[in-house]
């Protein structure tokens, strides 16, 4: 399973404590909303074991361009990432037939199902366990989409399961994006 990521792009927010050449950077935050869908390069530190109060607040937060030391001695890695949108494709063949899929992703995903026929069919699916969704019975070339939404620290840790609740000897389609 290849892991991909998703970038958010925050606004403008002071990081408090932090040296005046820091704090005009753009800061990324669990809060902001998903954009864009092409790869992108961010940035983060990695503070050492034993790094002082102020270089640990760093960790977990996200910059669009390299920062610099966070004081003056600053042992902290500071580290490139690249993230990129998720998609996950695969399929469902016939009545109960399941599928898994963890990775991570965003705090938003889609999954998008479609009856690839020739029979009305339709699909379960349930995200991490916890939340249920269930299609209505898809017409051969119909499909659906369902929004799921997390709150995390990125990337956000996804499970989705998906099982063919109709359809014998149907083929569904399913398309996850993150
Ligand atoms: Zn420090
Ligand atoms: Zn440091």
């Excluded at 503070?47 to 960790?59: F, N």
Aim: charged share 25%; glycine share 8%.
């Amino acid at each position: 399973m290849p892991e991909a990521f998703h970038q958010h792009i925050g606004d403008d927010q002071l990081v408090h404590g932090l040296p005046k050449h820091m704090s005009a950077r753009k800061r990324l935050s669990a809060n902001d909303a998903p954009t864009g869908e092409r790869p992108r390069t961010l940035w983060r530190y990695v503070p050492k074991p034993g790094a002082c109060e102020k270089c640990r607040a760093m960790q977990g937060l996200w910059f669009k361009e390299k920062p610099g030391p966070v004081h003056p001695n600053c042992k902290c890695e500071i580290r490139q990432e690249t993230f990129g949108p998720v998609t996950i494709v695969g399929t469902l063949q016939g009545f109960e037939d399941t599928a898994t899929e963890k990775f991570n992703a965003g705090q938003k995903i889609t999954v998008e199902i479609k009856n690839l026929g020739p029979f009305f069919a339709g699909a379960r699916i349930c995200v991490d366990q916890m939340e249920w969704r269930a299609t209505r019975l898809l017409p051969p070339g119909e499909e659906t989409a369902f929004d799921f939404f997390k709150f995390g620290d990125l990337p956000v840790p996804w499970e989705v399961f998906l099982i063919c609740h109709c359809g014998d000897n149907a083929t569904l389609q399913y398309i996850i994006r993150g």
